[in-house]
């Protein structure tokens, strides 16, 4: 689609899909520069994953922020100075809610509006809405509906008598009051279920596949993402800024092995860092016991890698989330530029289709930020948009980090060196 090219009367305005941190700060930069938003969103109210009160989510209760407050804030609203280091989920939700009353983005958003198909045009995109008769037709579509919604399973042979759940369905600890409870995962959200868990459960055991190296919520103090806010500010190579950030772990934490845990297998920063302060505490007491990867299951008995076989009642799978878009045709979301541009299409975008190494939030907000610069110059016939629109189909983000290969991995992408990436292009426009 190029600027000039006509488009249908229905189609003043650009769609955003999901009302979540990232639909909303989309719909926020997109207004700023001038273009007509409409927002659909699934639930009954926004904030995506954060709003229990909309229903069941990725989040729970006890939650909170494995990133800091001002490292998660959007550029120009920052997070009251009296919320913690690290918000709750409570305390999340009210700053989204708060972000979208500063900036007017209500009365810009239609909920209960689930997408059930959008299909591209010669000139925009045909959106048809569940229960509406007609299709809706947008300019462009911006994808902010998030990936944390469609629960990955494994999959293992044999039977459990017990319950096999994912970690989308956890409420609360107190439901696994004197159970055998088997957390497989160790992500950042299995950690901190089987720390949580084990408060209230008879038998606590986490399962991981490999070592990973773990990081603390706080070093000296300060959020460990300050600390790493402030090596990336030097510009350090790589092998320097691992050398160094290995050596601090060692005095502060020490070596996962000495814990109890399986030794890491990769280099530091090659995997998503495990946040987590707990955890440690819980494995060194003997709140948490640690297994290897489960192999199969038979009755009550779960397998284990090593040979041995322990009884549970409850398995909760914490395995992560498949990136599931519906309504898009295939393909749509495979290989877009900073996982963000579309490579032939100028009127398709993602928001928040990464993993970082930190905040997701900020990274969306510099990523609508540049939609609306790429938007607003080709509106304009500047120079700079044609420019922009070879180099989406050349170039690529390249991290200076080799992650491991793994489903978890790919959309993994290096906090500082990806915002670096888009403050650079954000700078030519």
């Known amino acids: 689609m190029t600027a000039q090219e006509a488009l249908p009367p229905t189609a003043p305005a650009y769609g955003v899909i999901g009302a979540g941190p990232c639909g909303l700060t ?5 207004l700023q520069q001038g273009f007509e938003v ?4 699934a639930r009954e109210d926004l904030g995506g994953i954060w709003n229990l009160a909309a229903g069941r989510t990725a989040a729970y209760p006890s939650v909170s922020m494995i990133t800091s407050k001002r490292l998660s804030a959007f550029a ?6 009296g919320l913690p280091p690290f918000p ?3 305390q999340a939700i009210d700053y989204l809610q708060s972000y ?5 983005l209500r009365k810009h958003i239609e909920f209960g509006k689930r997408v059930e198909r959008a299909e591209p045009q010669a000139n925009g995109w045909s959106v048809q809405v569940v229960g509406e008769s007609a299709p809706r037709h947008y300019r462009g579509l911006i994808v902010a509906s998030g990936h944390h919604w469609e629960p990955l399973m494994p999959s293992w042979s044999g039977t459990f008598d017990g319950r096999l759940m994912h970690a989308f369905d956890y409420t609360s600890p107190q439901e696994f009051e004197g159970q055998r409870v088997l957390v497989v995962g160790a992500g950042n959200t299995g950690c901190d279920l089987a720390s949580e868990i084990s408060r209230y459960a008879a038998d606590t055991a986490l399962s991981l596949r490999r070592g990973y190296h773990f990081l603390p919520k706080f070093m000296w103090g300060a959020p460990i993402d300050r600390c790493g806010e402030a090596f990336a500010r030097w510009r350090l190579p790589l092998f320097i800024y691992r050398a160094i950030a290995g050596c601090l772990l060692r005095i502060a934490i020490g070596s996962p092995v000495r814990y109890g845990l399986p030794k890491p297998e990769h280099r530091l920063f090659e995997a998503h860092p495990i946040i987590n302060s707990q955890l440690l505490y819980d494995v060194g007491h003997g709140r948490v016991r640690i297994r290897p990867d489960v192999t199969g299951l038979d009755g009550s008995q779960v397998c284990f890698k090593d040979g041995t076989d322990d009884p549970f009642d409850t398995i909760i799978c914490a395995t992560g989330y498949r990136p599931e878009f519906p309504f ?9 530029y900073l996982n963000v541009f579309h490579r032939e299409r100028n009127d398709l975008f993602a928001v928040g289709l990464i993993q970082p190494s930190g905040s997701i939030w900020s990274l969306a907000d510099y990523q609508s930020q540049l939609i609306a610069k790429v938007l607003l110059a080709a509106r304009d016939d500047r120079p700079t948009a044609a420019t922009f629109a070879r180099a989406k189909r050349r170039d690529g983000y390249r991290s200076n980090i080799r992650y491991l290969s793994s489903d978890r991995h790919r959309l993994e992408v290096e906090y500082f060196g990806y915002e670096r990436s888009l403050k650079t292009h954000l700078a030519r426009f």
Do not use: I
């Open 26 to 30: 989309a719909c926020k930069n997109l």
């Open 38 to 41: 409409e927002c659909l969103e």
């Open 76 to 81: 120009d609203h920052p997070m009251p100075s």
């Open 88 to 90: 709750s989920q409570t």
């Open 100 to 104: 979208a009353d500063r900036f007017q």
């Open 328 to 336: 898009l045709p295939p393909g749509q979301m495979d290989n877009l």
